[in-house]
């Protein structure tokens, strides 16, 4: 008896699990994408330099009269570097990847190449609420996916070799500056005249982050010599 024919195109079991990219093409296009990203940010200020050229003005001038432009640059590029690292140190250690990685990644991703744009309206453009929204809204989506991605892997252990402790410190930490990002974009949005001062508070994710800490090895420490907080620690 023949057996029936299966259709090329018909998904098999398979195919619905396998990643879209190997773990190590995923890295190298993201580490693409983020120095893309960063290139780009310097674009306006080419432009500015081209049209104070053309009007026969000085260096000195272009330094005094693009001086939002030059900090907005600075700022996300130094931001976008950060973003990179912490990425980067997470992803050293995965080796295998799923479809929901892969979409969570490109989800950061996305919030990485819309910088350079709101980088733009921030050095061009009077502050008003949009841009603050535009732009702290991007850096908090990209701290929010950054800790989606840590609870991924750590709810798959399979995927990398990553210490969980490790892990339990970066997904506090991620909360932390999620939370500072989300402070300062209220603050930023109810208190005009601070205005992007506000996000200074990100100095505070640092401390913060080992007052966390701290707490956490005391309860672990506890943990060990009390049975009963050694269950309620597990449950944590």
Do not use: C
């Not at 994408?33 to 053309?54: C, G, K, N, Q």
């Amino acid at each position: 008896m023949s057996q029936p024919a299966v259709d090329a195109e018909t998904p098999t079991p398979e195919d619905e699990i396998r990643p879209i990219l190997s773990a190590e093409r995923l890295k190298a296009f993201i580490d693409a994408v983020v120095a893309i990203a960063m290139t780009l940010l310097i674009l306006p200020l080419l432009e500015s330099v081209s049209e104070l050229a053309r009007e026969g003005k000085s260096s000195l001038e272009f330094v005094q009269e693009e001086n939002s432009q030059l900090f907005s640059f600075g700022l996300s590029f130094l931001i976008i570097a950060v973003f990179w690292m912490t990425h980067h140190r997470v992803f050293d250690r995965v080796e295998r990847v799923t479809s929901p990685l892969v979409w969570l990644q490109v989800g950061w991703m996305l919030t990485i190449v819309w910088l350079p744009v709101s980088t733009a309206l921030l050095g061009a453009m009077d502050p008003d609420t949009t841009q603050k929204l535009l732009y702290i809204g991007a850096l908090l989506a990209s701290s929010l996916l950054m800790l989606a991605t840590r609870l991924y892997l750590r709810n798959h252990p399979e995927l990398h070799r990553i210490d969980p402790e490790s892990l339990r410190r970066g997904i506090i930490a991620e909360i932390v500056t999620s939370a500072m990002f989300a402070i300062a974009l209220l603050i930023a949005v109810l208190v005009p005249a601070i205005g992007y001062g506000a996000m200074f508070l990100l100095m505070l994710s640092g401390p913060v982050q080992a007052l966390f800490a701290r707490r956490g090895g005391a309860r672990r420490s506890s943990a060990r010599k009390d049975p009963i907080a050694k269950e309620r620690a597990a449950r944590d």
